[in-house]
């Protein structure tokens, strides 16, 4: 049962900061998703290399152990950023963005060894740029 005093209190709280509220779990929470997801294609591309495909099809080209290794780095760094902009705190969202929009650039990199995965992560990217934004704008 709630008393008068919880209803007022939640009657008069804005809409708008559980909304902000909702979007900076959920870009924490993909973050952390994302920075696993880093991090197991990180560890195939070192241990495995042979996994991914390379193509002649483009101008770069790098190695595939050398990926692998930056894609785990930045896959667990995203983790513990993620886990700080769940908790909430302030220096998480700037971090945050930054993070991942190094994770597009290292995806877009990453298309041609893996697309559609690749495609997948720089959405991903997206929605945790603008939730963070949402963050840093609304305060």
Request: net charge neutral; aromatic share 10%.
């Amino acid at each position: 049962m709630t008393t008068r005093a919880e209803d007022s209190y939640t009657s008069t709280m804005p809409a708008e900061s559980s909304t902000r509220r909702g979007l900076v779990l959920f870009a924490g929470v993909m973050m952390i998703v994302a920075g696993a997801y880093h991090a197991l294609s990180g560890i195939s591309a070192i241990l495995r290399d042979q996994v991914y495909v390379t193509t002649p099809n483009y101008v770069f080209e790098f190695d595939l152990t050398g990926w692998g290794w930056t894609h785990l780095i930045l896959g667990a760094i995203m983790i513990v950023v993620g886990v700080a902009v769940v908790k909430d705190v302030t220096w998480g969202a700037m971090v945050g963005i930054a993070l991942a929009v190094l994770s597009l650039v290292a995806n877009f990199l990453f298309l041609p060894h893996y697309p559609l995965w690749s495609i997948l992560i720089i959405a991903v990217d997206v929605t945790i740029i603008y939730a963070l934004a949402t963050r840093l704008r609304n305060g």
